[in-house]
């Protein structure tokens, strides 16, 4: 079973940021938190990653809470391109058995 | 630098047959993984390759297999195929190191439908 969970969907209206909640409570401390989305049709694209800090890329941000067991992805200015499904998950180094597991995502609409 | 390729992009076989699919990983990059996504399943992992060796290893039956070259370019193969095994069959490459070593790059991926 995937380590995280995610609201099936979401709507945010074209311009404003698109907050993108996870949930995994059972993360350990060597797992980094990784997000993907993938735009219909497409194969699912790297988005950001983080252990404990917060992330800042040309793409999004990437906010963990102290406690590791939730974090946010925000697109700080959604446009209708960012329409995808987009995928949370945690895992460790990769040199270690260990394998990737997708949940099912977040499907999110932006409105125009 | 060129992407991860997969070829062919779309497929059509009948039950019973077997495929072959390619992946070319992005220059540099010798970890290779494999996913089936399916509408109902999702995205699933298939196995991983690195160096030549599998590396990892998924839950599917024995009929999914793989191989890796030397120039890091994978195959994987599902032999006797069954209408279930209609999917999209993605490819992802990884760098050997560093910060960004878990990072998954993926390609378009090939569509395989069974008759």
């Known amino acids: 079973d995937a380590k995280t969970t995610q609201p099936t969907s979401m709507d945010c209206a074209e311009g404003r940021a698109a907050n993108l909640p996870c949930n995994h409570s059972?993360?350990?401390?060597?797992?980094?938190v990784y997000w993907y989305r993938q735009i219909h049709s497409q194969g699912p694209q790297y988005i950001i990653h983080g252990l404990k800090n917060n992330e800042t890329n040309e793409m999004a941000s990437l906010i963990i809470t102290e406690d590791r067991k939730s974090s946010t992805l925000i697109l700080p200015h959604a446009t209708l391109r960012d329409t995808a499904v987009y995928y949370c998950i945690v895992r460790v180094d990769r040199n270690r058995d260990d394998k990737i597991i997708f949940g099912k995502g977040t499907r999110l609409h932006i409105l125009p | 630098k060129a992407g991860v390729t997969q070829t062919p992009r779309y497929l059509i076989k009948t039950r019973g047959q077997q495929v072959t699919l390619s992946c070319s990983p992005i220059?540099?990059?010798?970890?290779v993984s494999w996913y089936q996504q399916t509408p109902g399943q999702g995205l699933q992992f298939l196995f991983e390759y690195f160096s030549e060796t599998q590396r990892n290893k998924g839950n599917f039956p024995g009929r999914f297999s793989g191989r890796q070259f030397s120039n890091s370019r994978s195959e994987m193969n599902v032999s006797t195929l069954e209408l279930g095994d209609s999917a999209l069959y993605l490819c992802?490459?990884?760098?050997?190191?560093?910060?960004?070593?878990?990072?998954?790059?993926f390609g378009a991926g090939t569509r395989l439908s069974v008759l």
């Open positions: 992802a490459s990884s760098p050997t190191g560093g910060f960004a070593k878990n990072i998954q790059y």
């Open positions: 059972t993360i350990s401390g060597n797992e980094y």
């Open positions: 220059s540099g990059h010798r970890s």
